[in-house]
């Protein structure tokens, strides 16, 4: 896919590219864009991220936690296309960034990945 799907929500099931059930939808941001007007901001958020911020510093402090392993390279193009952040099942297991790209579809309430949980970039 090229962009978040707008029906995304938080709590949704999500299946990598083997069916298997990796998860749920802790976060997301839908684009920092309108594709055909680049000058407007049309992102879609999870209520945890309503909060108005002015600056791409503030944006990326609140997003991404010091701990995250994102490089800031990649936490700007998370803003800038959207991203979701996936609530990966198991105990010890590592939160993981699902970006458009990683996206197959969206079916009723499971969001449906083209490749496999290992293939995410870890939070």
């Known amino acids: 896919m090229n962009a978040i799907p707008n029906t995304i929500a938080e709590g949704m099931k999500v299946f990598d590219s083997a069916m298997h059930s990796i998860g749920k939808?802790?976060?997301f941001r839908i684009?920092?864009?309108a594709p055909d007007q680049p000058e407007v901001d049309a992102a879609g958020v999870s209520p945890v991220?309503?909060?108005d911020r002015n600056t791409m510093a503030a944006l990326l402090a609140d997003v991404f936690s010091p701990s995250d392993e994102l490089p800031r390279e990649l936490q700007e193009k998370a803003l800038r296309e959207g991203f979701v952040r996936l609530?990966?099942?198991g105990f010890l297991?590592?939160?993981r960034y699902i970006f458009p790209e990683h996206i197959d579809r969206v079916e009723g309430d499971r969001l449906i990945?083209?490749?496999r949980k290992d293939d995410l970039l870890k939070a």
């Open 113 to 115: 990945l083209n490749v």
């Open 49 to 51: 991220l309503e909060d």
């Open 87 to 89: 609530d990966a099942d």
């Open 93 to 95: 297991a590592s939160d």
């Open 25 to 27: 939808v802790e976060t």
């Open 31 to 33: 684009t920092d864009e």
